[in-house]
């Protein structure tokens, strides 16, 4: 058997037809394997819970997860990836642009072996000239920083292997990045490229306040080379404005300023306090962000909570 996670956010405009002349269909082709599917309904707050209730009371094998708030995508994937019980799980939006006809290929592929087949997108088919460039340098950044597992145009469309959910399930930091945390598991993974569709309705959720976020926190939370590469940063401004500073005391004080290039003691204080105060502030802001994930850890709170009210065949009652 396998299982299909769904995260929802307020899809009611288009999530009968994803279900009805996309997915589904998809899923009833596949004969060999039963399969159930899990949907999460995020904290909607359009009538999406209500529409996806009315299916699990047609069909048995459709269990609803309705968190009792919005927690984000992330939080959402993990309860679905907690509640499945299929020996594969395959996770899937609801808005259209990922493409339920590629699942035989996910599970041929897993057949043959690999433990993760992860769909990667042509990702700047479809994007304006700001959205190209932010991908771009976020996936150099990512690579820079250390990180040699995530494929560019890698998406959460993807199948895991029962054993590589267990160990994600395993993980338990509050800031996480499901499809960073699944390639640092580094269990086989395979790929399988596909064109990003068109959403069927509605606007996507996932705005670039929330995009930005999803980035800070796939820096601070999968690498340390922040850290090491402010203080890389703070020796050379440290070696440089100490050259500088035995210049200009040569220069001006012991050579009597041959080369005409008076800095009086105000301007030389100015521009070495604001320039080291800058580094200061960026240094406190780097270091602020990982103070902030160790506050959320050490604050232990439950990382979903279930509406068990309008919850539907949960496995755990």
Same mark, same amino acid.
């Given at each position: 058997?396998?299982?299909?996670?769904?995260?929802?956010?307020?899809?009611?405009?288009?999530?009968?037809?994803?279900?009805?002349?996309?997915? #589904?269909?998809?899923?009833?082709?596949?004969?060999?394997?039963?399969?159930? !599917?899990?949907?999460?309904?995020?904290?909607?707050?359009?009538?999406?819970?209500?529409?996806?209730?009315?299916?699990?009371?047609?069909?048995?094998?459709?269990?609803?997860?309705?968190?009792?708030?919005?927690?984000?995508?992330?939080?959402?994937?993990?309860?679905?990836?907690?509640?499945?019980?299929?020996?594969?799980?395959?996770?899937?939006?609801?808005?259209?642009?990922?493409?339920?006809?590629?699942?035989?290929?996910?599970?041929?592929?897993?057949?043959?072996?690999?433990?993760?087949?992860?769909?990667?997108?042509?990702?700047?088919?479809?994007?304006?000239?700001?959205?190209?460039?932010?991908?771009?340098? #976020?996936?150099?950044?990512?690579?820079?920083?250390?990180?040699?597992?995530?494929?560019?145009?890698?998406?959460?469309?993807?199948?895991?292997?029962?054993? !590589?959910?267990?160990?994600?399930?395993?993980?338990?930091?509050?800031?996480?990045?499901?499809?960073?945390?699944?390639?640092?598991?580094? #269990?086989?993974?395979?790929?399988?490229?596909?064109?990003?569709?068109?959403?069927?309705?509605?606007?996507?959720?996932?705005?670039?306040?929330?995009?930005?976020?999803?980035?800070?926190?796939?820096? *601070?939370?999968?690498?340390?080379?922040?850290? !090491?590469?402010?203080?890389?940063?703070?020796?050379?401004?440290?070696?440089?404005?100490?050259?500088?500073?035995? #210049?200009?005391?040569?220069?001006?004080? *012991?050579?009597?300023?041959?080369?005409?290039?008076?800095?009086?003691?105000?301007?030389?204080?100015?521009?070495?306090?604001?320039?080291?105060?800058?580094?200061?502030?960026?240094?406190?802001?780097?270091?602020?962000?990982?103070?902030?994930?160790?506050?959320?850890?050490?604050?232990?709170?439950?990382?979903?909570?279930?509406?068990?009210?309008?919850?539907?065949?949960?496995?755990?009652?």
């Amino acid at each position: 058997m396998f299982s299909v996670v769904v995260p929802i956010h307020n899809e009611s405009e288009g999530i009968k037809n994803f279900l009805d002349k996309e997915l #589904f269909p998809e899923l009833e082709k596949i004969k060999k394997y039963r399969h159930e !599917v899990i949907f999460v309904d995020d904290g909607s707050t359009d009538n999406s819970l209500e529409i996806i209730q009315e299916y699990a009371k047609k069909q048995k094998n459709i269990r609803i997860i309705a968190l009792s708030r919005n927690f984000g995508k992330e939080p959402a994937l993990s309860a679905g990836l907690a509640e499945a019980s299929g020996d594969a799980v395959i996770t899937i939006d609801a808005d259209g642009q990922q493409p339920p006809k590629l699942i035989p290929e996910f599970i041929k592929k897993w057949e043959d072996g690999a433990d993760i087949v992860t769909g990667v997108r042509d990702h700047y088919t479809k994007h304006g000239l700001i959205q190209k460039m932010g991908s771009k340098l #976020f996936y150099w950044l990512l690579r820079k920083m250390g990180n040699k597992y995530t494929v560019p145009g890698s998406t959460d469309f993807r199948l895991m292997d029962r054993a !590589v959910v267990d160990e994600f399930n395993r993980l338990s930091e509050h800031n996480r990045i499901t499809r960073g945390l699944i390639d640092w598991l580094g #269990f086989k993974q395979e790929y399988i490229k596909y064109t990003y569709g068109a959403r069927l309705a509605g606007k996507p959720s996932y705005g670039m306040k929330k995009l930005f976020k999803l980035a800070i926190d796939s820096f *601070v939370s999968m690498s340390t080379t922040p850290l !090491v590469v402010l203080g890389y940063l703070g020796l050379i401004i440290t070696f440089l404005s100490g050259i500088l500073g035995l #210049f200009v005391i040569i220069q001006q004080y *012991v050579l009597g300023d041959p080369l005409g290039l008076y800095w009086n003691g105000a301007v030389q204080m100015a521009i070495f306090i604001t320039f080291l105060i800058g580094i200061v502030l960026i240094s406190q802001a780097i270091t602020a962000l990982y103070i902030s994930h160790i506050h959320a850890e050490t604050q232990s709170r439950p990382l979903y909570i279930i509406n068990k009210k309008e919850s539907r065949n949960l496995k755990n009652g």
